[in-house]
């Protein structure tokens, strides 16, 4: 039987994958378009043909998981639109490790004059959608991301998460600090 051609999105969607894949890995400056490509099973110039550079392909992957991030917060406000809920559905997330440890390699190379704009503009859109979906305060919403982006630090170290490593004393204490008032505005 005849291999079945893929769509132009289907092919763009399988290299983001690749490419999320990719750069957990190697994050920016450790990941090349030809790892990506060979991920994706296609050659290294079809990656650039359809994305024109690495740094246009970094900066749709860490899109994409920015999206990923705002597309789940919005299905769990339909149900329940407050911050513990967004905390929940953050909680969800945090098994897709490579997707979240993409976001941190987005972040970490935000210091380049061409990726931080992106990743500001994608963590900004994070806040938005919080703010829009909850109603909550700015404070609140600080507390909530503070909150978020330690979880995201600690499933990308494999600290939390479905493939966490053995528990070492401090882990456990830092999970289980004794939350003072306001902790309903953490996840």
Not at 11 to 20: E, F, G, N, Y
Not at 97 to 104: S, Y
Not at 130 to 145: D, N, W, Y
Request: aromatic share 8%; net charge negative; with cysteine.
């Amino acid at each position: 039987m005849p291999k079945q051609r893929l769509t132009a999105e289907e092919r763009h969607d399988q290299l983001i994958r690749a490419a999320v894949t990719a750069f957990t890995t190697g994050g920016y400056a450790g990941t090349t378009t030809d790892q990506v490509a060979r991920l994706a099973g296609v050659s290294q110039p079809y990656v650039i043909r359809l994305f024109g550079s690495k740094q246009a392909l970094f900066l749709a992957t860490v899109r994409y998981a920015a999206d990923r991030v705002e597309e789940r917060f919005h299905e769990a406000a339909r149900t329940d639109p407050t911050i513990p809920g967004l905390g929940r559905a953050y909680e969800d997330l945090l098994s897709e490790r490579d997707l979240i440890t993409v976001l941190l390699h987005g972040f970490a190379a935000g210091g380049d004059p061409a990726i931080g704009p992106a990743v500001r503009t994608c963590y900004g859109g994070i806040y938005r959608t919080v703010q829009a979906l909850t109603g909550a305060s700015a404070g609140e919403i600080r507390g909530f991301l503070a909150q978020g982006m330690l979880l995201t630090v600690l499933g990308a170290m494999r600290v939390i998460g479905p493939d966490a490593v053995v528990q070492e004393s401090w882990m456990t204490e830092l999970l289980t600090y004794e939350q003072g008032p306001g902790s309903d505005v953490v996840p």
